[in-house]
C-alpha cells in the first residue's frame, strides 16, 4: 500500500528533548521550509513590550490561547502554511504544542501531515535546559513547572503519545542524527 506524501512534519517534545536540534538537523539535510509555531507568541510579546522570559512566555501564550482557542498557533499559521505548500515546498514545524492543533492540521491535510516526538527524560531536560547560555536557560524548577503547564494547560501529551515517529535522545548528537536522518528517509520515500 502506497503511503500519502509527507508534506508537513511538526517536530514535538517537552522543553529540553531537543526540538530546535532535531528540526536544524532535518532542514539542512532536506530544504524544508521552516514554521516556528512559538513564534505567533514571541511576535505578541514583542508587541507589547514584554522581556522575554518563561513568565511572560506561558501568560502571553495561555491568553493567546484562551482568547482564540487552543488550536490558534495551528489557525493562525494555516495561510502561511497553505502558501508554502503552494509553492511545492514541503514543511517542518518546530513546536508543535496542543492536540488542537494537532487535530487542525490533521483535518486540514490528512496523512500528508505527521509528527516526530522528541523524547528525553525530566533528569536530562533540566540539565540541558539550565545548561542553555544564549537561549532561554530554565532553572529545573522552571522547567518542572512549564512541563505541567503544557501538559495540563496546552494538551501537550496528545500530540506526543500521538506521534508517528518517535526519537529517545538520551545519547549524543551523533545518535541523535541517525535517528533524525532514519525519519528523513521514511518521510522522502527513500
Same mark, same amino acid.
Given at each position: &500500500?502506497?503511503? +500519502?506524501p *509527507?508534506? !508537513?512534519l511538526?517536530? /514535538?517534545? #517537552? ?5 530546535s536540534?532535531? /528540526? ?8 524544508w521550509?521552516? *514554521? @516556528?509555531?512559538?513564534?505567533? /507568541?514571541?511576535?505578541? &510579546? $514583542? ?5 522575554v522570559?518563561?513568565?511572560n512566555?506561558?501568560?502571553v501564550?495561555?491568553? #493567546?490561547r ?5 488550536? &490558534?498557533?495551528? +489557525?493562525? +499559521?494555516?495561510p502561511?502554511l ?13 513546536? #508543535?504544542?496542543s492536540?488542537?492543533? @494537532?487535530?487542525?492540521?490533521k483535518?486540514?491535510?490528512?496523512d ?5 516526538? !522528541? ?9 540541558? &535546559?539550565?545548561?542553555?547560555?544564549d ?12 512541563d ?12 506526543i503519545?500521538?506521534? $508517528? @515517529? ?7 548528537? $551523533? ?7 532514519t /525519519? ?5 520515500g527513500?
Amino acid at each position: &500500500m502506497m503511503r +500519502t506524501p *509527507v508534506k !508537513i512534519l511538526a517536530v /514535538v517534545g #517537552l522543553p529540553g528533548a531537543g526540538k530546535s536540534v532535531t /528540526v536544524r538537523h532535518f532542514l539542512e539535510k532536506t530544504g524544508w521550509a521552516r *514554521v @516556528y509555531f512559538g513564534a505567533v /507568541v514571541f511576535e505578541e &510579546m $514583542d508587541r507589547r513590550g514584554l522581556p522575554v522570559n518563561e513568565a511572560n512566555e506561558r501568560a502571553v501564550r495561555e491568553e #493567546l490561547r484562551t482568547t482564540y482557542g487552543m488550536g &490558534m498557533c495551528a +489557525t493562525l +499559521t494555516l495561510p502561511k502554511l497553505k502558501a508554502l505548500l503552494a509553492e511545492g515546498r514541503s514543511v517542518c514545524i518546530e513546536s #508543535l504544542y496542543s492536540w488542537e492543533e @494537532y487535530a487542525t492540521l490533521k483535518r486540514e491535510f490528512g496523512d500528508s501531515f505527521r509528527v516526530l516526538a !522528541i523524547l528525553a527524560s525530566p533528569e536530562t531536560r533540566k540539565a540541558r &535546559m539550565a545548561a542553555r547560555l544564549d537561549e532561554r536557560p530554565l532553572t529545573p524548577a522552571e522547567v518542572e513547572s512549564r512541563d505541567y503547564a503544557q501538559i495540563e494547560n496546552l494538551h501537550q501529551a496528545g500530540p506526543i503519545a500521538r506521534a $508517528d @515517529y518517535f526519537i529517545v535522545n538520551e545519547s549524543t548528537l $551523533d545518535e541523535l542524527y541517525r535517528g533524525v536522518d532514519t /525519519v528523513i528517509e521514511e518521510v522522502s520515500g527513500a
